[in-house]
């Protein structure tokens, strides 16, 4: 038995440096599984390298709700804050379509109304939608980044008929959480849990049997001063032993079942 992050960035620039330290800090807290989440061809090719290289990291190959029209974007002076040069959509769709069958899962994808002018949802859509049917076609579970467009992914879900599905750091209403528990989807909690009300309501209140855990390294950690880091995801659930009035064995327990029940094998 042992600890999972559904949703990590061991590529990310600021952890890429330290990343042999990083996945022992997870060893040693007992971290069995990363699920390290791509952003776009590129990122997709560090991930596949890093799982290659450390068992304890799958890969989850991704195009970013931003990334998809990016370029769209950049055309029309939107800022985005992004390191390495955009690619098409037609080229980020096909990336994931070519190497679907070696991905542990899909994601992250979905749907951005945050950084996303209107003008461009329609585009945006069009891409998840592919997106979600390749994940769907090769029988992969899906992972879910929404920002200010939740209800409108979750209508797309279930028109499509999407049923293991993991919705990543849910930011709306905790009332839609219920709701896309209730359909059957999972969510995962990230490490900043105890400091964010909206979070700790939903490891408390939702469906036990509907929960993950995340970290989103090196985003959302339980220190705001410090990067995040998988083995986090250990705190989490001794916060949902709190919460549970349970002991952490059974906790752990569960979440391994929940773990398997979306992903199809243990952590």
């Not at 042992?2 to 590529?11: M, P, Q």
């Not at 992250?108 to 859509?125: F, H």
């Not at 579970?141 to 849910?170: N, P, Q, S, Y």
């Not at 900043?192 to 970290?215: C, G, H, Q, S, Y």
Request: with cysteine; net charge negative.
């Amino acid at each position: 038995m042992g600890w999972f992050d559904v949703h990590a960035h061991v590529t990310h620039p600021k952890l890429a440096p330290r990343q042999d330290e990083i996945l022992a800090n997870a060893e040693a807290a007992g971290v069995t599984t990363i699920l390290a989440n791509g952003l776009n061809p590129q990122d997709n090719e560090a991930v596949a390298r890093v799982a290659a290289a450390h068992p304890i990291v799958k890969p989850c190959f991704g195009f970013y709700p931003v990334d998809t029209v990016l370029q769209d974007m950049e055309a029309m002076g939107v800022d985005y804050p992004r390191d390495v040069p955009p690619v098409s959509a037609e080229e980020g769709v096909a990336w994931v379509r070519d190497h679907v069958e070696d991905a542990f899962a899909v994601g992250e994808i979905g749907l951005d109304g945050y950084w996303v002018p209107e003008a461009l949802w329609e585009k945006q859509e069009d891409v998840f939608r592919r997106l979600v049917a390749i994940a769907m076609e090769a029988d992969k579970a899906i992972i879910i980044h929404t920002r200010k467009r939740e209800r409108r992914a979750f209508e797309v879900l279930k028109e499509m008929g999407a049923t293991r599905v993991d919705w990543h750091c849910f930011g709306s209403r905790v009332k839609l959480a219920r709701q896309i528990a209730d359909h059957g989807h999972w969510l995962s909690i990230p490490a900043n849990v105890r400091r964010n009300e909206a979070f700790t309501r939903m490891l408390e209140t939702l469906p036990r049997d509907k929960i993950l855990l995340e970290t989103d390294c090196p985003y959302l950690g339980p220190d705001r001063e410090a990067d995040n880091e998988p083995a986090n995801v250990a705190g989490t659930a001794e916060f949902a032993a709190e919460l549970w009035k349970e002991p952490l064995e059974a906790v752990q327990a569960r979440l391994e079942e929940n773990f398997a029940a979306l992903f199809g094998v243990a952590p």
